[in-house]
């Protein structure tokens, strides 16, 4: 199963150990952080740090850190729903 987040300017296909919930899952957390810091409803002492949320493997056992204004959307290759054969 490969997962792939698309961005401006590109995309990037992450290592096959990187789930497509887990990475949707801190999409979604990321851009509540990111609204929450514009809209001024975070602590005082706190380090918003978004570049550090969105860091992933990619396939290669490389490293990429997404800015989360740039993601587009995340996308993998294998289906939720999978048809069974006697539908047919």
Known sequence: MAVEIIMQGGSVT??????FNKTRHRLNQTKKLVIDYENGNTKDDS?????????FRTEDDGR?????????A?????AKDVASDDED
């Open 14 to 19: 992450l290592h096959h150990t990187e789930s």
């Open 74 to 78: 995340v996308m993998s290759d294998d």
């Open 64 to 72: 990429v850190s997404v800015d989360p204004a740039k993601v587009i």
């Open 47 to 55: 380090k918003f740090q978004p570049f550090h949320l969105l860091s």
